[in-house]
């Protein structure tokens, strides 16, 4: 049975909840990440999404510690047990006028999320350099995701059908 396609962007894989607003958050040149995690994996998360951003945009986009009050235009990473029912993969992903909330149980769960703000961007965060004319804005989402199954792979069935070694 085929599970209707919900409207709005298209995520791979399709996240178990999504809904759609109306409006983006824009990332500009004051826009920042802020970190609300002690691991380093999460650590890594943040320069790596800053590491992409910078290459695109040309915006400095600071890394820094959530200290108190989270500021608007900031993109926000958060790990704690508040969402340990969606395992460590999983993650929840809210944009809103102001900002971007990415919050998972463990540092997996935000590359995942992460991985997922860099579909709802242009496609131009892909290039190899600086990108002019683009605005980089992000649909108003409120997205919920995890893995379907506990495993992740590929099955090649070579008993009825031969794979060359090039497509392996």
């Given at each position: 049975v085929k599970?209707?396609?919900?409207a709005g962007p298209s995520i791979v894989p399709r996240p178990a909840k999504i809904e759609v607003g109306s409006g983006s958050f824009q990332i500009g040149p004051k826009?920042?990440?802020?970190?609300?995690?002690?691991?380093?994996?999460?650590?890594?998360?943040g320069e790596f999404l800053a590491a992409k951003l910078r290459r695109s945009t040309g915006y400095p986009l600071d890394i820094r510690p959530a200290a108190g009050q989270i500021s608007r235009d900031a993109i926000l990473l958060r790990t704690g047990d508040r969402l340990s029912k969606l395992g460590n993969e999983g993650y929840q992903l809210s944009a809103s006028r102001n900002g971007v909330k990415i919050e998972a149980a463990a540092p997996a769960g935000l590359f995942y999320g992460v991985q997922t703000l860099l579909q709802l961007l242009p496609a131009e965060v892909e290039g190899s350099g600086k990108v002019e004319g683009v605005t980089?804005?992000?649909?108003?989402?409120?997205?919920?995701?995890?893995?379907?199954?506990?495993?992740?792979?590929?099955?090649?069935?070579?008993?009825?059908?031969?794979?060359?070694?090039?497509?392996?």
């Open positions: 599970k209707p396609v919900p826009t920042s990440i802020v970190l609300d995690s002690q691991s380093a994996d999460a650590q890594g998360v980089w804005s992000i649909p108003i989402v409120k997205i919920e995701a995890r893995p379907r199954f506990i495993w992740r792979g590929v099955h090649l069935d070579v008993g009825r059908h031969f794979f060359p070694k090039e497509f392996i």
